[in-house]
T-cell receptor, first 113, second 114 residues
Framework: KNQVEQSPQSLIILEGKNCTLQ??????????LRWYKQDTGRGPVSLTI?????NTKSNGRYTATLDADTKQSSLHITASQLSDSASYIC????????????FGAGTILRVKS | DGGITQSPKYLFRKEGQNVTLSCEQN?????MYWYRQDPGQGLRLIYY???????QKGDIAEGYSVSREKKESFPLTVTSAQKNPTAFYLC?????????????FGQGTRLTVV
């Protein structure tokens, strides 16, 4: 079973609308949780990094939240733009996995005009 | 212009051939990593190197080999022993272990077996 589960697998929204992507993890304790944006055929780019003591972190129209008690994180995108169309990947790092990151499979977001 | 560069962007391999993917960084990062990405799956770690002349196997090292002769370079060889090499390969680097530091990714190499 994957230690990082993301939902939904894919999502289509209209330009200008908001959306929320979910990430559930079983890795515990963990050092930090990250959200990456990956455009098709490109490498992932970091959006946010949160330690277990942080509840929320924003990066422009992207806001990540973290509930360490329920082991859930969400990424909220406000006023979506066509350029937001990408895969969004949740990543957890934990000492029990040594010096490694554990990646979710990603949520594919498509923003339509 | 600092960054991490992978080449080529697209690579085609015949059955039984070895191919080498290039990864170069000018960020002065100590640690470098190779990941494999398949549709519907999270990135999986192939090999990583924390320092020059040292590297460790990741979760799916079989059929792959690496070298780290220079700090800036971490090439990945996909050998004929890798039975299903068609995938998107990503190289990453960080100042030290990825655990608590930012990791930067290259643009990827798409390898296809023909």
């Amino acid at each position: 079973k994957n230690q990082v589960e993301q939902s939904p697998q894919s999502l289509i929204i209209l330009e200008g609308k908001n959306c929320t992507l979910q990430c559930n993890y079983t890795v515990s304790p963990f050092s930090n949780l990250r959200w990456y944006k990956q455009d098709t055929g490109r490498g992932p780019v970091s959006l946010t990094i949160m330690t277990f003591s942080e509840n929320t972190k924003s990066n422009g129209r992207y806001t990540a939240t973290l509930d360490a008690d329920t082991k859930q994180s969400s990424l909220h995108i406000t006023a979506s733009q066509l350029s937001d169309s990408a895969s969004y990947i949740c990543v957890v790092s934990a000492e029990e996995y040594g010096n490694k990151l554990v990646f979710g499979a990603g949520t594919i977001l498509r923003v339509k005009s | 212009d600092g960054g991490i560069t992978q080449s080529p962007k697209y690579l085609f391999r015949k059955e039984g051939q070895n191919v080498t993917l290039s990864c170069e960084q000018n960020l002065n990062h100590d640690a470098m990593y190779w990941y494999r990405q398949d549709p519907g799956q999270g990135l999986r770690l192939i090999y990583y190197s924390q320092i020059v002349n040292d590297f460790q196997k990741g979760d799916i090292a079989e059929g792959y080999s690496v070298s780290r002769e220079k700090k800036e370079s971490f090439p990945l060889t996909v050998t004929s022993a890798q039975k299903n090499p068609t995938a998107f390969y990503l190289c990453a680097s960080s100042t030290r272990g990825q655990l608590n530091t930012e990791a930067f990714f290259g643009q990827g190499t798409r390898l296809t077996v023909v």
